[in-house]
């Protein structure tokens, strides 16, 4: 079973990645036109997915917000795990005060919803741009990283390799880099799977709010837009939250599969 999970969340991100990367690029993707003839007609042979209230065909809009889904995730993910690491890794190796007071950051941020967090910086902001929104989701997401790699870094402060590496006369600087964070990579991309498809919510959910970046193709759009149809155009709303669902659920998939893969715990 952990196998075909495994596999098949490869399948997803693999065709995910690909869709996001190639699609947009395609000549009738980045090429069409909207259509007034072709506004709000249902899936048929020649758009399997229908055409939106712009006369767009559908299925190629849901190939652009793929790229969006992918960039934000990815970077949203990316800055976060950088950030958190490093500052749960120099939390847990130096301990004392400077402990006490990023854990306490950390708390204060876990306090707050994240999405009501993201929404406040973007209000402020006022500029519902991509990298606007990959910093308002990256204020928070790197918490969980932070605590991971403090909790992980506390267990390893105390090792025989890293009392040696002292002994040696290594920096401080140079044992957190080549011996700590090391042994915290396979928990961070751990995390950090799930941290994709949680960045891929998030993203979506502010679109659908309307306070995301400011493309009608992201997911969340295509969704919101396709709510003020739902009741005649089912197909408006139910693709691209078809597609949100099954990327994010490959993404966890995966993640599942290689948290077992990667935990000795569950190898014994």
């Not at 910093?135 to 997401?141: P, Y």
């Not at 140079?174 to 919510?201: D, E, K, L, M, W």
């Not at 490959?250 to 014994?268: H, Q, V």
Request: charged fraction near 10%; include cysteine; hydrophobic fraction near 50%.
């Amino acid at each position: 079973m952990q196998k075909i999970s495994f596999g098949i969340g490869i399948a997803i991100i693999s065709l995910f990645i690909f869709i996001g990367i190639i699609g947009p690029l395609l000549p009738h993707v980045s090429n069409e036109q909207p259509n007034i003839q072709n506004q709000l007609k249902p899936p048929s042979g020649s758009a399997i997915f229908g055409y939106d209230e712009n006369g767009y065909n559908l299925l190629n809009r849901i190939v652009v917000g793929a790229r969006i889904a992918l960039v934000v995730g990815f970077f949203t993910t990316l800055f976060s795990a950088i950030m958190g690491t490093i500052i749960g890794a120099i939390s847990g190796y130096y301990g004392g005060i400077l402990d006490e007071v990023i854990m306490r950051i950390v708390d204060i941020l876990m306090s707050f919803p994240g999405i009501l967090l993201s929404i406040s910086i973007i209000a402020i902001t006022q500029t519902p741009s991509y990298a606007v929104v990959i910093f308002a989701l990256s204020i928070t997401s790197w918490v969980p990283y932070a605590r991971l790699v403090r909790s992980q870094t506390l267990s390893l402060v105390n090792r025989d390799f890293v009392i040696a590496a002292k002994a040696m006369g290594a920096g401080d600087l140079y044992i957190i880099r080549r011996h700590i964070i090391p042994n915290c990579f396979n928990s961070i991309i751990v995390q950090a799977t799930f941290g994709v498809a949680a960045a891929i919510i998030a993203e979506s959910a502010l679109s659908f709010l309307g306070i995301g970046p400011q493309d009608s193709a992201s997911w969340g759009a295509l969704i919101d837009s396709g709510t003020q149809y739902l009741l005649i155009r089912w197909h408006l709303a139910f693709f691209p939250g078809l597609a949100l669902f099954i990327t994010v659920m490959g993404i966890n998939m995966f993640g599942d599969s290689l948290r077992d893969r990667l935990d000795p715990k569950l190898k014994i």
